[in-house]
C-alpha cells in the first residue's frame, strides 16, 4: 500500500524553539518523489520541497531542513529558530512511479508557534 | 502566489444544487489537478487533466464532473449537492503532468452546502 503518516496531530512551541515534523510513508516503488506543503491560516498550499528517492542528502534552506532517510521511510522536517508565521499546517505528500502523477497526501501537522 | 486562479474562492450552496469552480493554470502549465480538502477525509486526489484530456481519475464522484477547456482552465462541476460536499476544493497545476512534475496549488474554492 502507498501512504503517508504523519503521527503528529498538532504541536506547539514557542518562539525560537526548534522543531521537527514528522513523516513517514510507505510504497513499494523504488522510484517516488516525496513533498512537503505548508497550509497557513489563509487556506492556500503552498510547495516547499521536493526530494526524489535517489537524493537522499539532506537540504537545507534558511530555518528549514530537511532530513530523508530511506532506511526508515522517513522524511523529516525542521524547522530551527521557529517564529509566529511559521505556525500552519504541514502536508508529507508521496508520488510514485506506477501511481500516475497524483499526489497521496498525509493528514497533516498543525504547528503553532506562539511569541 | 502560486500562479494558479480559482474561482469563486467562497461558495455557499442549499443541498441539491448544483455548481461551477474555475481554475487556470500557471502560465505554460499544460496539466491540471483537482483536489478535495475535508475534515474527516483529508486532501484527496478527484481527477488531472493533460492538453484537454483526461488523464488520471481518483476517488472522483459520479455526481462530479471536470473538464479543461482548449485555453487550458478548467472546471470542476458538482451536482446534487449533498452536505457532506462541503469542503475545500483545491486546483493544481504542473507542466507536463508527468511523474517528475511539481504541482502548484491554487488559493482554493470553499463551498459550504447548506
Known amino acids: 500500500a502507498q501512504k503517508v503518516t504523519q503521527a503528529q496531530t498538532e504541536i506547539s512551541v514557542v518562539e525560537k524553539e526548534d522543531v521537527t515534523l514528522d513523516c513517514v510513508y510507505e510504497t513499494r516503488d523504488t522510484t517516488y518523489y516525496l513533498f512537503w506543503y505548508k497550509q497557513p491560516p489563509s487556506g492556500e498550499l503552498v510547495f516547499l520541497i521536493r526530494?526524489?528517492?535517489?537524493?537522499?542528502q539532506n537540504e537545507i534552506s534558511g530555518r528549514y531542513s530537511w532530513n530523508f532517510q530511506k532506511s526508515t521511510s522517513s522524511f523529516n522536517f525542521t524547522i530551527t529558530a521557529s517564529q509566529v508565521v511559521d505556525s500552519a499546517v504541514y502536508f508529507c505528500?508521496?508520488?510514485?512511479?506506477?501511481?500516475?502523477?497524483?499526489?497521496?497526501f498525509g493528514k497533516g501537522t498543525m504547528l503553532l508557534v506562539s511569541p | 502566489d502560486s500562479g494558479v486562479t480559482q474561482t469563486p474562492k467562497h461558495l455557499i450552496t442549499a443541498t441539491g444544487q448544483r455548481v461551477t469552480l474555475r481554475c487556470s493554470p500557471r502560465s505554460g502549465d499544460l496539466s491540471v489537478y483537482w483536489y478535495q480538502q475535508s475534515l474527516d477525509q483529508g486532501l484527496q486526489f478527484l481527477i488531472q487533466y493533460y492538453n484537454g484530456e483526461e488523464r488520471a481519475k481518483g476517488n472522483i464522484l459520479e455526481r462530479f464532473s471536470a473538464q479543461q477547456f482548449p485555453d487550458l482552465h478548467s472546471e470542476l462541476n458538482l451536482s446534487s449537492l449533498e452536505l457532506g460536499d462541503s469542503a475545500l476544493y483545491f486546483c493544481a497545476s504542473s507542466p507536463q503532468g508527468g511523474f517528475t512534475d511539481t504541482q502548484y496549488f491554487g488559493p482554493g474554492t470553499r463551498l459550504t452546502v447548506l
Open positions: 505528500a508521496l508520488r510514485w512511479n506506477s501511481g500516475y502523477s497524483t499526489l497521496t
Open positions: 526530494r526524489n528517492s535517489f537524493d537522499e
